[in-house]
T-cell receptor, first 112, second 113 residues
């Protein structure tokens, strides 16, 4: 059974700083996903990482995947207040079936 | 806007009651997933349907059931409701059976009093 752990679960940081959210998973995951959720809102897909060594970047966010270490990271560069949200990573061990297994989420607050 | 619609947006009901949540997937998407998000359990996969047939089950209680209709919309039925069923219920859709992209709807917030 796939288990996904994120850390930290809560992060308060200042604008302009860099930080990384870590996502470890327990067994083979076909794909690794990152989602963003604003309070009371739906999940917005940020990245889907399909293979070992995959790196994707969008604006100030960059995600990477190391399947050997069973680790994905979400790096935030020069944080801005608008990036305040909860970030989830999720794994997919069923080739599209069995749904996604989510981590508990990282609640990120970026202060001016 | 993902193109996935869910109704109602909010639902308040009493313990012991039964409710139905509705989801319309993106146009052309054949696969529908249901997820529950609660403070206690986090985000959990409940069930998946593909082109009208159940494909996978997650942590779905026996009191809950779902179906997907010929027009591909899906309904999640929750019965004998308990306080702990209060949560945000999301539907997601994807184009085909093994597609890796899931597009999430806005969710239905269920409050059981």
């Amino acid at each position: 059974e796939l288990k996904v752990e994120q850390n930290p679960l809560f992060l308060s940081m200042q604008e302009g700083k860099n930080y990384t959210i870590y996502c470890n998973y327990s067994t083979t995951s076909d794909r690794l996903y990152w989602y963003r959720q604003d309070p009371g809102k739906s999940l917005e897909s940020l990245f889907v990482l399909l293979s070992n060594g995959a790196v994707k970047q969008e604006g100030r966010l960059m995600a990477s995947l190391d399947t050997k270490a069973r680790l994905s990271t979400l790096h935030i560069t020069a944080a801005v207040h608008d990036l305040s949200a909860t970030y989830f990573c999720a794994g997919d061990s069923g080739g599209g079936a069995d749904g996604l297994t989510f981590g508990k989420g990282t609640h990120l607050i970026i202060q001016p | 806007d993902s193109g996935v619609t869910q109704t109602p947006k909010h639902l308040i009901t009493a313990t012991g009651q039964r409710v139905t949540l509705r989801c319309s997937p993106r146009s052309g998407d054949l696969s529908v997933y249901w997820y529950q998000q609660s403070l206690d359990q986090g985000l959990q996969f409940l069930i998946q349907y593909y082109n009208g047939e159940e494909r996978a089950k997650g942590n779905i209680l026996e009191r809950f059931s779902a179906q997907q209709f010929p027009d591909l919309h899906s309904e999640l039925n929750l019965s004998s409701l308990e306080l702990g069923d209060s949560a945000l219920y999301f539907c997601a859709s994807s184009p085909w059976r093994d597609s890796y992209e899931q597009y999430f709807g806005p969710g239905t917030r269920l409050t059981v009093t």
